[in-house]
């Protein structure tokens, strides 16, 4: 290799260019990732953001891939390395700004209720023609001087290996400690810097390398400002003002307040509204907890009337509230992927207040960890198991509604124990209300779906499963609450002549089926 060509140590060439093959590729993974994240938490279709996101790249960079061979075709051997050299250079400086920018563009694409998945889509088809062109340049720059067969060993190497650096930096170090859009700021800085630092090593790329420093700075400084940006834009989707704003591991967290009301949204969506929490956390616990109590009373067998209880997801501590109010609970286990969401029910004074301080109860026992993995680990069975989980709109969530997860919940149900899931909306999801019963009802339980009215929900469903038959007649209900009532009780169970069962699959582990029961158009008329 000529010294002229900018690069006297052979052995610092090669580093240097490999070191730019895991870098380029651990951003093209980690931008990926962002738009696939940043596209779920905004319209909720999990499967078809990151179909179009990593799809829509990988088809991309195939593109950018059979474009490079048009850049810096056969001519002498300095001038070919040359233009390589600045082709890759300029491809970088492409990428830098580009990946801190467009995913905040999106973002204000969708509040400004603009075509996203158009925009979306242009993104990651504009980023992946670039990233693309990246790894076929580095081999040609290597194969002039090691031919083939090592350039293209040494390259992909490397390359696989930022790719697995990119998929595990995001969602633990970028995601949950800097959030979105100053993690895109830093990822597009790193280009930018590997021309920096090709400027530096090679004479005859100082001007390029200037050029990437001055956009690694510039980056560098607009990663803090994309909080207060994006902070705007966030608060523009909800109609109170934003009091509470948490970027965790798992999800979005943002909690709103007007007046005396406060609500908690979750990746967007609503969770609750302290204006009426009450309705929906009395109708999940207190039917199940009845039932039991009766069943435990007239089971000759029992002697000890003291209660387990297994709690799972319900992180915000509101349904715990409710089974605490129960005397003869002797301990509930509370079973939450994020800690974020308990933290926050622990520690906020106005989720304290809405939760009386449960967390606080020496009864309670708090896991963090998946429920499905969870239940396999746990060697205890309970009186009563109440699942409190998001609406199975995204794969995660969905193995939670299957009949897997159920089999699973089951081997720790106590013979006259009592299971209760909320079920979605029977009105706006009928068909994942009635796949949630149809999934429960295929395994040796009885089933009795029911329905109330929660104004911030609009209808929505719960579904009691119990080894025994279920009497909903003359159900006790020694607790304090706002809305459920002794007479009321035994109503909850007759379903609106509008609600009807059956005709549904039952949703299992290798065909989640309520993914797309859940997705439906009715939705649409929810506001």
Same mark, same amino acid.
């Given at each position: 290799?000529?010294?002229?060509? !900018?690069?006297?140590?052979?052995?610092?060439?090669?580093?240097?260019?490999?070191?730019?093959?895991?870098?380029?590729?651990?951003?093209?993974?980690?931008?990926?990732?962002?738009? !696939?994240?940043?596209?779920?938490?905004?319209?909720?279709?999990?499967?078809?953001?990151?179909?179009?996101?990593?799809?829509?790249?990988?088809?991309?960079? !195939?593109? !950018?891939?059979?474009?490079?061979?048009?850049?810096?075709?056969?001519? &002498?051997?300095?001038?070919?390395?040359?233009?390589l050299q600045v082709a890759f250079v300029q491809v970088e400086l492409w990428i830098a700004p580009l990946s801190a920018v467009l995913p905040l563009a999106l973002f204000a694409l969708?509040?400004?209720?603009?075509?996203?998945?158009?925009?979306?889509?242009?993104?990651?088809?504009?980023?992946?023609?670039?990233? &693309?062109?990246?790894?076929?340049?580095?081999?040609?720059?290597?194969?002039?001087?090691?031919?083939?067969?090592?350039?293209l060993a040494g390259v992909l190497a490397l390359d696989y290996l930022g790719a697995l650096l990119g998929s595990l930096l995001f969602p633990i170090a970028l995601l949950p400690f800097l959030g979105l859009f100053p993690s895109a700021a830093l990822i597009g800085a790193l280009p930018a810097f590997v021309v920096f630092i090709f400027g530096r090593v090679v004479p005859r790329l100082r001007y390029w390398g200037r050029w990437g420093l001055a956009i690694a700075i510039a980056l560098c400084v607009f990663a803090p400002l994309t909080l207060p940006l994006s902070d705007r834009l966030e608060n523009s989707l909800y109609d109170a003002p934003v009091i509470t704003r948490i970027q965790s591991t798992y999800q979005r967290i943002v909690m709103t307040r007007q007046?005396?009301?406060?609500?908690?949204?979750?990746?967007?969506?609503?969770?609750?509204?302290?204006?009426?929490?009450?309705?929906?956390?009395?109708?999940?616990?207190?039917?199940?907890?009845?039932?039991?109590?009766?069943?435990?009373?007239?089971?000759?067998?029992?002697?000890?009337?003291?209660?387990?209880?297994?709690?799972?997801?319900?992180?915000?501590?509101?349904?715990?509230?409710?089974?605490?109010?129960?005397?003869?609970?002797?301990?509930?286990?509370?079973?939450?992927?994020?800690?974020?969401?308990?933290?926050?029910?622990?520690?906020?004074?106005f989720l304290v207040n809405a939760n009386a301080k449960a967390f606080a109860d020496p009864r309670v026992e708090v896991r963090h960890a998946d429920a499905f993995?969870?239940?396999?680990?746990?060697?205890?069975?309970?009186?009563?198991?109440?699942?409190?989980?998001?609406?199975?709109?995204?794969?995660?969530?969905?193995?939670?509604?299957?009949?897997?997860?159920?089999?699973?919940?089951?081997?720790?149900?106590?013979?006259?124990?009592?299971?209760?899931?909320?079920?979605?909306?029977?009105?706006?999801?009928?068909?994942?209300?009635?796949?949630?019963?149809?999934?429960?009802?295929?395994?040796?339980?009885?089933?009795?779906?029911?329905?109330?009215?929660?104004?911030?929900?609009?209808?929505?469903?719960?579904?009691l499963a119990t080894q025994n038959p279920i009497e909903t007649t003359s159900l006790p209900l020694p607790v304090a609450t706002h809305f459920l009532t002794v007479a009321m009780l035994p109503s909850l169970f007759q379903l609106p002549g509008d609600i009807q069962l059956g005709g549904v699959e039952v949703n299992r582990l290798s065909h989640p089926v309520i993914l797309r029961y859940q997705n439906d158009p009715r939705w649409e008329a929810y506001d």
């Amino acid at each position: 290799m000529l010294e002229s060509d !900018g690069f006297p140590n052979k052995r610092r060439e090669r580093n240097l260019l490999l070191i730019a093959a895991a870098i380029s590729s651990a951003c093209g993974l980690a931008v990926e990732l962002l738009l !696939g994240t940043l596209a779920s938490y905004l319209v909720g279709n999990q499967a078809l953001a990151y179909g179009v996101a990593v799809g829509g790249f990988l088809a991309a960079m !195939g593109i !950018g891939a059979y474009l490079s061979r048009f850049i810096a075709v056969e001519t &002498g051997h300095a001038d070919q390395y040359h233009r390589l050299q600045v082709a890759f250079v300029q491809v970088e400086l492409w990428i830098a700004p580009l990946s801190a920018v467009l995913p905040l563009a999106l973002f204000a694409l969708f509040v400004v209720d603009g075509p996203f998945w158009m925009g979306l889509f242009l993104a990651t088809i504009l980023l992946g023609i670039l990233a &693309g062109m990246e790894v076929p340049l580095l081999t040609r720059l290597l194969e002039l001087d090691e031919g083939v067969r090592e350039a293209l060993a040494g390259v992909l190497a490397l390359d696989y290996l930022g790719a697995l650096l990119g998929s595990l930096l995001f969602p633990i170090a970028l995601l949950p400690f800097l959030g979105l859009f100053p993690s895109a700021a830093l990822i597009g800085a790193l280009p930018a810097f590997v021309v920096f630092i090709f400027g530096r090593v090679v004479p005859r790329l100082r001007y390029w390398g200037r050029w990437g420093l001055a956009i690694a700075i510039a980056l560098c400084v607009f990663a803090p400002l994309t909080l207060p940006l994006s902070d705007r834009l966030e608060n523009s989707l909800y109609d109170a003002p934003v009091i509470t704003r948490i970027q965790s591991t798992y999800q979005r967290i943002v909690m709103t307040r007007q007046g005396t009301d406060v609500r908690l949204f979750l990746d967007g969506d609503l969770q609750f509204s302290t204006l009426d929490e009450y309705r929906y956390h009395e109708a999940l616990v207190h039917p199940a907890m009845s039932i039991n109590q009766r069943e435990i009373e007239q089971s000759s067998s029992s002697g000890d009337r003291s209660r387990q209880v297994l709690l799972m997801g319900a992180g915000d501590g509101l349904a715990l509230r409710e089974v605490l109010k129960w005397q003869d609970v002797e301990r509930v286990l509370l079973i939450d992927l994020d800690p974020a969401i308990v933290n926050l029910a622990r520690r906020h004074p106005f989720l304290v207040n809405a939760n009386a301080k449960a967390f606080a109860d020496p009864r309670v026992e708090v896991r963090h960890a998946d429920a499905f993995t969870a239940l396999a680990a746990l060697h205890e069975t309970f009186d009563v198991i109440i699942a409190d989980f998001p609406d199975p709109d995204r794969d995660g969530i969905a193995k939670l509604y299957t009949q897997g997860f159920y089999r699973r919940m089951l081997a720790h149900l106590n013979p006259t124990g009592i299971f209760v899931t909320q079920a979605s909306s029977p009105f706006f999801a009928p068909r994942a209300f009635a796949c949630i019963a149809a999934t429960l009802e295929s395994l040796p339980l009885v089933i009795r779906p029911y329905t109330i009215d929660v104004p911030s929900f609009g209808p929505w469903g719960f579904v009691l499963a119990t080894q025994n038959p279920i009497e909903t007649t003359s159900l006790p209900l020694p607790v304090a609450t706002h809305f459920l009532t002794v007479a009321m009780l035994p109503s909850l169970f007759q379903l609106p002549g509008d609600i009807q069962l059956g005709g549904v699959e039952v949703n299992r582990l290798s065909h989640p089926v309520i993914l797309r029961y859940q997705n439906d158009p009715r939705w649409e008329a929810y506001d």
